[in-house]
């Protein structure tokens, strides 16, 4: 009699609990006795890693992922990432700061989202908000949508990989968080089923991999994704993983687990991140009245990767000995699409690509620029300040120094119209002295 008593007193220990916690997942239904728990002094059996299958071998030989839509009612929806950090604290915070969980929330995702059509909404929201996949609605009260949230990826059982692009195939009715931990265990939130695709770039190619789309019944072979196939191509034995999900060392998954050794961080660290590995500095060999820029990165894919519309701009300001700004240019890159008119546009409205523009890992750019002649500027006034309507003569300046600035751009410049202002980010700055005398840059 005491197995009944024990399995009671807990139901009503883990209800309590929930209630405290404000949780809304279903209640535990207390009339089904579930059968006495086996030894617990017996330690379960190893796991049989000869079973594992590599992504790889998925993506080869997988049929396309069918996602089946959950059925009205049924708790089978993702959990939020605050019920999730409940013991994942850590986890959390990196991950409320990446761009996974603003993917659903940018303001040039909005703009585009505020007039699509229905099938460029579908098309959009399978990665910018994949609980959607599993018939989530947007904005479900009591369960916020999250853009790509811990269930976004520790759902997936499978993506399917092909040239042309990748299919997700999600499963949160099981319970189980799927994840790269050997042999851990489950517990009353979830299950734990270990995933070596979860170690893999495939992973990632689930949302980061669309060389293609479809919308409607027209198939467009305009690249939307660019990053896994750019990885196929100047990944260099490394996955996804190694350089966006570095390990913070050893310590504790959950919160009161034992600490684990190479523990990924979640902050997914881009551009801004990765910034110091980027080589921008001033060439030699200019021609009189000429800088030479270079920039060289041995990042895992050309910059800028993923989204197709992004850009890289270099940003080159000359300043003169007073600090004053002279003049500044900027060069762009990126793959420019173009519609019917040859005009640039988004991918939605491409019909082909007109330059792929892009910083190819391991090779070195070089950018020409030339300086500016002298420019007038005001000259300094005798005595403590100029008196009312004091005139100033203008003096000719020449630039003494030059800012070496490479600015990450969420979309394009030029496709304002579309997606609003670019949101701009410095991710790396260098600045060099130049000689008085203009000519040369040495």
């Known amino acids: 009699m005491r197995w009944p008593r024990i399995h009671s007193a807990l139901c009503w220990i883990v209800a309590g609990a929930a209630l405290l916690l404000n949780c809304d997942d279903p209640k535990p239904d207390f009339g089904t006795l579930p059968p006495k728990p086996a030894d617990l002094a017996t330690p379960a059996p190893p796991p049989d890693l000869s079973t594992r299958v590599d992504a790889a071998t998925v993506a080869a030989e997988a049929p396309p992922a069918v996602v089946t839509p959950a059925t009205p009612g049924k708790a089978a929806l993702f959990v939020r990432s605050s019920r999730c950090g409940e013991c994942h604290e850590k986890f959390r915070n990196e991950w409320t700061g990446s761009a996974h969980s603003r993917a659903n929330r940018t303001p040039a995702y909005r703009k585009v989202m505020g007039t699509a059509s229905p099938a460029l909404r579908q098309l959009c929201q399978s990665c910018h908000l994949p609980s959607m996949a599993y018939g989530q609605p947007d904005d479900e009260p009591n369960r916020p949508s999250e853009g790509v949230s811990c269930d976004g990826c520790h759902t997936i059982k499978q993506v399917a990989v092909t040239p042309a692009g990748s299919t997700i195939q999600f499963d949160p009715a099981s319970g189980s968080k799927y994840g790269p931990i050997v042999g851990a265990s489950g517990h009353y939130f979830h299950d734990m089923a270990y995933s070596v695709l979860h170690t893999k770039s495939e992973l990632c190619a689930g ?124 060069r762009s890159y990126g793959m420019q699409l173009v519609d019917a008119a040859g005009q640039p546009a988004p991918f939605f409205q491409a019909v082909r690509i007109a330059e792929d523009r892009r910083l190819v890992p391991g090779r070195m750019h070089v950018e020409t620029f030339k300086l500016p002649t002298a420019a007038a500027a005001p ?60 000519g040369g840059s040495k």
Not at 386 to 415: D, N, Y
Request: hydrophobic share 40%; glycine share 12%.
């Open 379 to 438: 000259a300094a006034t005798p005595g403590p300040g100029p008196g009312p309507g004091a005139a100033l003569a203008p003096v000719a300046v020449a630039p003494s120094k030059v800012t070496l600035s490479l600015v990450a751009a969420g979309t394009a410049p030029e496709l304002r119209a579309v997606y609003g202002e670019p949101a701009l980010v410095v991710i790396k700055t260098t600045s060099h002295p130049l000689p008085v005398r203009i």
């Open 207 to 330: 949302c980061h991999h669309r060389m293609e789309f479809q919308l409607g019944g027209e198939k467009r072979a305009i690249p939307v994704v660019l990053s896994y196939s750019d990885w196929q191509k100047f990944g260099k034995g490394k996955q996804c993983q190694d350089c966006h999900m570095p390990s913070r060392g050893t310590e504790e998954v959950a919160r009161g687990s034992k600490p684990r050794p190479n523990v990924p961080s979640h902050a997914f660290g881009g551009a801004l991140a990765w910034g110091k590995l980027i080589r921008l500095e001033l060439g030699g060999n200019a021609k009189p009245g000429e800088i030479n820029v270079e920039i060289q990165h041995n990042a895992g894919h050309a910059l800028p990767s993923g989204y197709v519309d992004r850009r890289m701009l270099l940003r080159v300001e000359f300043f003169a000995a007073n600090g004053t700004k002279i003049a500044t240019e900027e």
